[in-house]
């Protein structure tokens, strides 16, 4: 172990993410955990020495959960994972028409 509690991988969009995590479930990769914060979603894992690791997206701030008066409100849920798993087949559909 290294030490830390984790190492954060920041992915540019949903698609990125979604498209890694297809591949670790793929190849029977175990997760650890999957969370929704508001302002992005998260999957939890370890690697081969044991090293948490965290793959994540943000959304747009935009989205970002507020208060009626603007202040943020994170929170942590489960994530809907096969819902994620489905912006990565729309993703690729949309890249494969426009070809």
């Known amino acids: 172990?290294?030490?830390l509690y984790h190492a954060a991988i920041l992915y540019r969009d949903r698609a990125g993410l979604a498209a890694?995590?297809?591949r670790l479930l793929?190849?029977?990769y175990p997760l650890r955990g999957a969370s929704d914060h508001g302002v992005s979603e998260a999957i939890y894992l370890d690697d081969p020495d044991g090293n948490g690791l965290e793959l994540y997206w943000d959304?747009?701030?935009a989205?970002?959960?507020t208060?009626?008066?603007g202040k943020l409100t994170m929170y942590t849920r489960p994530l809907d994972v096969q819902g994620l798993?489905?912006?990565v087949r729309s993703e690729q559909g949309t890249i494969a028409a426009s070809k």
Request: proline residues 14%; without cysteine; glycine residues 10%.
């Open 67 to 69: 208060t009626p008066d």
């Open 26 to 28: 793929a190849a029977g």
């Open 20 to 22: 890694v995590v297809k």
């Open 63 to 65: 989205e970002w959960p």
């Open 59 to 61: 959304r747009p701030r």
């Open 85 to 87: 798993l489905k912006s």
């Open 1 to 3: 172990m290294a030490g």
